[in-house]
């Protein structure tokens, strides 16, 4: 950017008066008519159009303040709708003070400029401080919960009351008919009683969630989702209605004096009011008003700001034209000068040469160069040749507003390039960026001046941290995290954010593999590093897969795909760590598609079913239970077992899609095997993709309240990393399957990360120690000290106990002696000892009897 002097282009015009006297008096005529029209066409370049170009720059530099001003301003009322903090409703008053500053200052730049220019600011001001009265409005609509959602007053002093009451009622109910009641009927009733209590927490829970929705918290079409929950409403209601009526009979016939017909009407009084009250709020949620602050927002607030970026847009259009329009005025009166001078020079050689030079070089010049410059900036070309200084300060005001409209023009740009390329959360180069720097690397490393590595970092695990504890949080760590892979590397290396939690840190000049291994150990032992955000303290850790080029690939985008799926492989090897690409990867990744597709076809072709493998108990040999065991009837590779394809089927949610005709099958077996009228109990398996998916859980306990199941002989088994994740649903679902009589088991005990915390926290009814402690207990003292912890331990906490992988009768007797409860493995070698399917399992059975 050139810097323009005002010193020393021209000299002093008295100094030339004097050397032109003579020759002035001998033209007469012609030297006056020269010094006229020369002095003419010279102030052609008035004043008033160079202060109309400035007074045109300086409205255009406020007027992107203003726009600035009104974006962060509409930003801020956006997040007040979310929730109004403090911080938020501060800022959003100093944004309108802001804006009201720049407006203000826009009104004065632009009554500088002519008169149909300077009208476009008329109303401006009003239209403002209509916008703050709107905004204040907003604000006070907002703080009062009453104010900005008119149902929550109605839930809170009709329809909360009568729930309570409703809830206190069943509570009574209950208790009345466990005193009173014949024992026969006493389960039936106790079970009508169950299923209302159930009911009407349905409708109140689907209530909840049809709040949360018309708020967008959960669905993404609220319409649909009102509509369901509604249905969801009358359909509990109906049955509920239903289940009330049985009741009443059950009561009708033993009616021995307590108080259960007024505990009915009182049920049915707040039922009915209840009902009365839930329709009020369907009409407040219907209407446009339903949510004062959106109403605001999109009835007021929204159209003021668009009518004021029309204003602006209006300005800014207006402004542009203008100053084009003086940028050719100024060039048309230059063309005129330059005719004019030539048409001078008929009236003298000598004189109109002279003159010819000395206008040519005090004015022509500056003005011509000034132009093509100007021409030159607006094709975009190179570095305009720009005049290095003017006498006449008309020429030089010309010039020092060229000089600021580029600057500014320049910054725009240089910014607009900056966000183009950068990552707008953490600063660092973009995906765009990166691919070009890395395409530049390549081009040297493929000439033979050494090697560079593609480092592809994701952070392990990243999503809890957004989903716990929120996505300003998560974006805090990002940078952070940023901030300190940068400081890692050298200045000629390059770091990118190129989406999410993702990373890629490109270093040249290095000479082999094992410069990456210091740099990639640096970087994981950083990362783990605890970090405070907000308050908390974090500790997250990365996995990082390494591709080297032009040893693994010489093309950007190969080199990429390669290492993300070193990466993968990192994460798939236990996370935390960092692996060099291999050929060996990408055949493993293909075979893994390969092997979920083969899942796929399995599933539609039903080749998944249930091996059943009894639990005996360990002092008589009876019968406990059976252990339905998953597996895939491979028509080339046989019988597979699960840990060659439940991964795939908990990846892919495939499990979820092949639980119900499994469950299905499982049923059947029960009801061919169940002896008398009790039902043989039945252990299931449940994978963290099973447990976390509301939807399977919801519709188990459906099944087993609508007596499908027998919850009395299910048994639901989870494994010990299970409980180290972060599973909401599934301490939630296990809680009620556990009120409902299922029993919980902990499979695989001692193999996994759980604390003895979590013994306590679960309701585990069982417990299943390992084949791997098992195995050796007659023959190691520390295995056998494990299992005889493990068994006491489980006892002090009520847990019975069931050890796996029983296969001699000197595992059986120290089992025995340690007062192991259950025993499950290939004990005798007999056929009803090992998994087998349900018909198999049927003939051996048959057989021994």
């Not at 476009?120 to 703080?143: C, F, H, P, T, Y």
């Not at 960026?433 to 560079?452: K, P, S, T, V």
């Not at 210091?518 to 405070?532: F, G, S, T, W, Y």
Request: a negative charge; one cysteine or more.
């Amino acid at each position: 950017m050139h810097m323009w002097s005002s010193k020393g282009l021209i000299p002093d015009l008295d100094s030339y008066r004097g050397r032109y006297t003579l020759f002035s008096i001998l033209v007469g005529v012609a030297l006056i008519s020269f010094a006229y029209l020369g002095w003419s066409l010279v102030n052609k370049i008035s004043q008033r159009q160079i202060d109309n170009i400035t007074a045109r720059t300086l409205a255009a530099g406020v007027l992107v303040d203003a726009q600035t001003q009104l974006n962060l301003l509409e930003n801020n009322l956006q997040r007040i709708l979310n929730e109004p903090m403090k911080e938020e409703l501060a800022t959003t008053e100093e944004t309108l003070h802001n804006l009201e500053q720049v407006l203000i200052d826009l009104i004065e730049s632009l009554k500088n400029l002519p008169s149909d220019e300077g009208r476009l600011a008329e109303g401006m001001l009003e239209d403002k401080l209509q916008l703050e009265r709107e905004v204040q409005r907003l604000i006070e609509v907002r703080r009062d919960v009453e104010g900005w959602f008119p149902a929550m007053n109605l839930m809170l002093e009709e329809m909360y009351p009568h729930n309570r009451g409703m809830l206190s009622e069943l509570q009574l109910l209950r208790q009345e008919v466990e005193v009173g009641f014949p024992q026969q009927q006493q389960l039936d009733a106790i079970n009508q009683i169950s299923t209302l209590q159930r009911l009407w927490l349905g409708i109140t829970g689907e209530l909840r969630l049809m709040v949360a929705n018309r708020f967008g918290l959960f669905a993404a079409n609220q319409e649909t989702e009102f509509s369901r929950r509604d249905g969801n409403i009358g359909d509990f209601a109906e049955r509920f209605v239903l289940h009330l009526s049985v009741l009443e009979g059950y009561f009708d016939v033993n009616d021995e004096g307590f108080i259960l017909s007024d505990s009915l009407t009182a049920m049915e009084v707040h039922y009915k009011s209840w009902m009365q009250s839930y329709q009020q709020v369907l009409q407040f949620m219907e209407k446009p008003t339903w949510r004062m602050d959106l109403h605001i927002m999109r009835e007021s607030i929204t159209p003021l700001l668009d009518r004021i970026r029309q204003r602006f847009s209006r300005i800014d259009l207006t402004l542009d034209t203008q100053s084009a329009d003086g940028i050719t005025q100024l060039t048309d009166t230059a063309k005129q000068l330059s005719l004019s001078i030539l048409g001078m020079a008929l009236l003298g050689l000598l004189l109109l040469f002279l003159a010819f030079q000395f206008i040519k070089r005090n004015l022509l010049q500056p003005i011509g160069h000034t132009a093509a410059a100007l021409k030159q900036e607006a094709r975009g070309g190179l570095e305009p040749i720009l005049p290095d200084s003017s006498n006449l300060r008309e020429i030089q005001d010309l010039v020092d507003a060229f000089s600021d409209m580029r600057q500014q023009v320049h910054s725009r740009q240089r910014h607009l390039d900056h966000v183009a390329h950068h990552d707008a959360l953490t600063q660092l180069p973009n995906r765009i960026l990166f691919h070009d720097r890395l395409e530049h690397a390549l081009a040297i490393a493929l000439r033979g001046d050494g090697l560079i590595g593609l480092m592809f970092l994701d952070l392990d695990r990243f999503k809890q941290v957004n989903d716990s504890l929120g996505h300003l949080v998560g974006d805090e760590l990002l940078k952070l995290i940023a901030e300190r892979l940068t400081s890692l590397v050298r200045s000629a290396d390059t770091v990118a954010r190129l989406s999410g939690d993702e990373f890629a840190i490109l270093v040249e000049g290095i000479s082999s593999r094992k410069d990456m291994v210091p740099l990639a150990e640096k970087i994981l032992r950083a990362i783990e590093q605890p970090v405070e955000v907000a308050g908390q303290e974090l500790r997250v850790s990365a996995s990082i897969g390494i591709a080297m080029a032009p040893l693994d690939d010489v093309s950007a985008d190969f080199l990429i795909r390669d290492a993300d799926t070193a990466m993968y492989e990192a994460k798939r090897q236990g996370r935390a760590a960092y692996r060099f690409f291999n050929n060996e990867m990408t055949a493993r990744a293909a075979e893994g598609l390969q092997r979920e597709n083969e899942v796929r076809l399995a599933v539609e072709a039903g080749q998944f079913s249930y091996h059943f493998q009894p639990i005996l108990e360990s002092n008589n040999g009876e019968l406990f239970c059976y252990e339905a065991l998953l597996r895939w009837h491979h028509p080339q590779r046989g019988i597979l077992t699960p840990d060659q394809f439940l991964p795939v089927l908990n990846d892919t949610g495939l499990i979820t899609t092949l639980f119900d005709p499994l469950l299905e099958q499982a049923i059947r077996f029960q009801q061919e095997h169940s002896c008398g009228a009790e039902d043989v109990a039945i252990s299931f398996n449940l994978s963290a993709r099973l447990l976390n998916d509301p939807v399977f859980c919801r519709n188990l306990l459906e099944s087993l309240v609508a007596n499908k199941i027998s919850p009395y002989s299910l048994i639901l088994e989870i494994t010990e990393d299970i409980l180290t994740q972060e599973l909401a649903e599934a301490d939630l679902f296990l809680h009620q399957a556990k009120s409902l009589g299922i029993r919980v088991a902990l499979d695989d005990f001692g193999t996994g990360q759980a604390s003895l915390g979590h013994l306590r926290q679960f309701p585990f009814d069982l417990l299943k120690i390992d084949k791997e402690f098992v195995h050796n207990v007659a023959l190691d003292s520390n295995d056998a000290s494990l299992v005889r912890a493990m068994i006491q331990l489980a006892h002090a906490f009520n847990i019975q106990v069931i050890a796996e992988g029983v296969e001699n009768e000197g595992q059986l007797a120290f089992l025995q002696q340690q007062g192991c409860d259950y025993i499950q493995g290939y004990l005798v070698g007999s056929p009803r000892h090992k998994p087998h399917t349900a018909e198999v399992l049927q003939a051996a059975l048959l057989f021994e009897t």
